[in-house]
């Protein structure tokens, strides 16, 4: 078993280089199914998630060449079966997006039930809304979806809620259908808008992403042989930022947009940090106890739900009591278990908690519950007197690359250790 040892208190300050978004490159991988041959791709982060996805795309006939750590090149123009390894698009939540491409492009598709991160109910019935009403027949049985269309037709979406997945899901099933999609109420987060460049790089035609509507007109075939380069991760930007503000460091975050993250400035400069914005790489600093604070997650461009940990780390070291609500889901608080082991105080209730601010954290055995919670116990641990030892580490390997050799460029006294 893995573990990450963390020693602190550690002021963290220097230079950090934020990897490919996750969240863009798990929807843009699936998505090259669509095209009848080649195309490469940059900037992708070496995450597990990314590596398992390489391995059902391949069970699918794609091949797929390692041009390096962060590029590949994948030729589509053999897809030899319809049916998905179940035991591994099981796995995370992204491989819903193998049901659209490939309804798509051969008409029909058996995958497992996604699995991920445990945050509460994460149903995909606005994905299967959207499937059937291009024409797709959708049925759930005993944990494997089966999707099949005998020609997708273009149609009128709305979605019941803003979903980002679902919003990708039925983009991607519409981009071949015959006619026009129209997506109302359609999620506005920088990896939406980072799949549609990239189909429209390969030809499709898609008109209004980053908007609440989208609108595709279908095409008879993506052309491929082209490269695209998959847009910085705001969330692993902004699991530094926050970084900057819990240890009173001060880091210069490169290869970000920083538009992108305004939800977050907007709030570091409320409590108490100082943020300069360059462009493309955004700096901050902070040489004081941060301000207490209220938060709500909001979709884009509200305060991401995917930092919302991150900041719960620097509201329980902050003067005075905050409050963070969250609104997408229903059990996003159980790192709250783990930050009171180091002497948080927090009460977590429902959707709402309250963080009484302490003046310092220490060091204890602690586990990762999910992906952004294992990033946010890095950043307490950092923070923190004394030795953090933190399990789980599975969660943390899913969607930040290299995080521990990341932390110690940055002066962070943290080791991957096997027991």
Known sequence: MEKLVVKGP??????????GAKNAAVAILPSTLLIDGTCTIENIPNISDIQILCKILESLGSKITWENKNTITIDNTNITTTKAPLDLTSKFRASYYIIGSMLGRMGEIEVGMPGGCKLGARPIDQHIKGFELLGANVSLEKGTIYAKAKK??????????????ATINVMLSAVLAKGTTIIDNAAKEPHVVDVANFLNTMGADIRGAGTDVIKINGVEKLHGDATYSVV?????????????????????IKNCITKHLEPLTAKIIEIGGNVEDNGDSIRVWCNKRP???????????????????????VLSLANGTSTINESIWDSRFQYTDELNKMGAKITAQGKSAFFEGVKKLHGAPVYSTDLRAGAALVIAGTAAEGTT???????????????????????????????
Do not use: C, W
């Open 232 to 252: 910085p991760d705001q969330i692993e930007a902004g699991t530094f930022m926050l970084a900057a503000v819990a240890t009173r460091g001060d880091l210069l």
């Open 389 to 419: 030892e933190i399990y789980n580490l599975q969660h943390i390997d899913r969607g930040y690359e290299n995080i521990e050799e990341k932390f110690r460029k940055i002066g962070a006294k943290i080791e991957r250790v096997t027991e």
């Open 10 to 19: 550690t002021s963290l300050k220097g230079e950090v280089t934020i990897s």
């Open 152 to 165: 997708l037709k273009g149609n009128s979406v709305y979605m019941d809620i803003v979903s980002v997945g």
């Open 291 to 313: 301000n207490k604070a209220i938060i709500k997650t909001l979709p884009y461009p509200g305060f991401p739900t995917d930092l919302q940990p991150q900041m719960g780390v």
